[in-house]
């Protein structure tokens, strides 16, 4: 199975700073991957897919890159709804794998 | 605004067969394929198992053969068994599809909430 390592674990940051997670792969996934935001008890939503495509309505603030087997998902100015965990996914091998998550918290 | 419903038992005892269904409400689309992860307490997200559009149906091997997947597609609507369950199985599953023709997850249903406990 492809490994996703997620980090950090938790990152907690000031409303308007840039944050940054990062996602690595065990080998590689061309561009296979995607990103999710999950609040509790909400439903995950799709932020980003193929590593930099910013899905359907997502706001500007959030962008992806990177391929192979290095990724980041980096929201430029952090904001109160924001709070989630995110987590990276690739879909280019079965099963398909997910990273642990990153818990954003605001400072 | 189309959504993922889905519903099942919440609570089972070791052995019994966890049952979950999931249904598109509010619109209609043609999905590449449909799928079911879950996530069990303090731990990541586990892919459980895809069904295609033309019922190609692959699972992870972790399940070991306990899981089966199918799609009806004259109700529109997919499900998982999953037998002989065990407290590891406790966990929130989720069903999962794309809206259209294409390899990535951009629907997802709310979640349900399974508990396996004597």
């Known amino acids: 199975d492809i490994q996703m390592t997620q980090s950090p674990s938790t990152l907690s940051a000031s409303v308007g700073d840039r944050v940054t997670i990062t996602c690595r792969a065990s080998?590689?996934?061309?561009?296979?991957l995607a990103w999710f935001q999950h609040k509790s008890g909400k439903a995950p939503k799709l932020l980003i897919y193929k590593a930099s495509n910013l899905d359907s309505g997502v706001p500007s603030r959030f962008s992806g890159s990177g391929s192979g087997t290095e990724f980041t998902l980096t929201i430029s100015s952090l904001q109160p709804d924001d709070v989630a965990t995110y987590y990276c996914?690739?879909?280019?091998?079965?099963?398909?794998?997910f990273g642990r998550g990153t818990k954003v918290e605001i400072k | 605004q189309v959504q993922l419903q889905q519903w099942g038992a919440g609570l089972l005892k070791p052995s019994e067969t966890l049952s979950l269904t999931c249904a598109v409400s509010g619109g209609s689309f043609s999905s590449y394929y449909w799928s079911w992860i879950r996530q069990p307490p303090g731990k990541e997200l586990e892919w459980i198992a895809e069904v295609d559009h033309s019922g190609t149906i692959i699972y992870n091997p972790s399940l070991k053969s306990r899981a089966t997947i199918s799609l009806d597609t004259s109700n529109n609507h997919f499900s998982l068994k999953l037998t002989s369950v065990t407290a590891a199985d406790t966990a929130v599953y989720f069903c999962?599809?794309?809206?259209?023709?294409?390899?990535?997850?951009?629907?997802w249903g709310q979640g349900t909430l399974v508990t396996v406990s004597s």
């Open positions: 080998q590689t996934i061309y561009s296979w």
């Open positions: 996914q690739q879909y280019d091998l079965y099963p398909r794998t």
């Open positions: 999962a599809t794309p809206k259209g023709f294409y390899p990535y997850l951009d629907l």
